[in-house]
């Protein structure tokens, strides 16, 4: 299926932020209640991250069997949250909190349960608030592992916010996260 997401003729290519982790390091999470990355959030998904080359990062997924969508194979919406996991921290290298505005998955292959997912994710370019970004997944241990076949590719459009974003929201925070709202990156 061939997408109909298209880059914008204004876009310009940031460089990562002076604190952006080098190649190889591992992400810090951005708030420890995230149902993608949190270690304060047991129902999730506990994905994590390093930093790529400038504006990539790599993340990882192990396909727990309670991911189930079809028989064997992974939910379509859990790879969808990877995804969207993973582009969100590849905006990491702004330095600025965003969130999705639009999120487009293409699904390649059939993904068993069991599998062990990396994704590689990056900024393709900013205009003003609006973060391009775009990311494929492989497989990379499992019963059909092959870090040369991509099993699912997605584009995605982050809006960078303020924290006045989640002013509204803050009081459903579920119990007390490890780092106080506010101070986490969110
Ligand atoms: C120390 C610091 C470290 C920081 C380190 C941070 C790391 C951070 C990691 C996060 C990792 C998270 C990973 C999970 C991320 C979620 O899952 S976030 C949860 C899901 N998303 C949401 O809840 C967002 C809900 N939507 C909204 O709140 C609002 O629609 C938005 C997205 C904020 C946009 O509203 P807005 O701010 O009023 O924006 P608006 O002025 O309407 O539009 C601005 C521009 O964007 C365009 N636009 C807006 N929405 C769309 C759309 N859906 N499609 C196309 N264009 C759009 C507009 O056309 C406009 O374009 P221009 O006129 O500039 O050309």
Redesign the pocket.
């Known amino acids: 299926m061939s997408s109909t997401w298209t880059l914008p003729d204004d876009l310009t290519v940031p460089e990562p932020v002076e604190?952006f982790p080098a190649a190889g390091e591992k992400l810090p999470q951005?708030?420890s209640k995230?149902f993608?990355c949190g270690d304060d959030q047991p129902a999730g998904m506990a994905m994590s991250f390093r930093a790529g080359n400038g504006l990539e990062v790599t993340g990882r997924l192990e396909v727990a069997k309670k991911y189930q969508g079809g028989p064997g194979v992974i939910h379509g919406g859990i790879l969808s949250t990877a995804f969207?996991?993973a582009?969100?921290?590849a905006?990491?290298a702004?330095?600025?909190?965003?969130?999705?505005?639009?999120l487009e998955i293409d699904f390649a292959r059939p993904i068993p349960l069991g599998s062990v997912l990396e994704f590689r994710a990056r900024i393709d370019g900013v205009?003003?608030?609006?973060v391009y970004t775009s990311a494929e997944a492989v497989i990379v241990e499992g019963p059909t592992a092959d870090p040369d076949t991509v099993v699912g590719t997605s584009r995605g459009?982050?809006?960078t916010?303020t924290s006045e974003?989640f002013a509204k929201t803050k009081e459903f925070v579920d119990g007390e996260p490890t780092s106080p709202f506010g101070t986490s990156?969110?």
């Open positions: 604190f951005h708030w995230c993608g969207d996991e582009q969100g921290m905006c990491m702004l330095g600025s909190p965003v969130v999705t505005g639009h205009v003003r608030r609006k459009l982050f809006l916010i974003h990156s969110v």
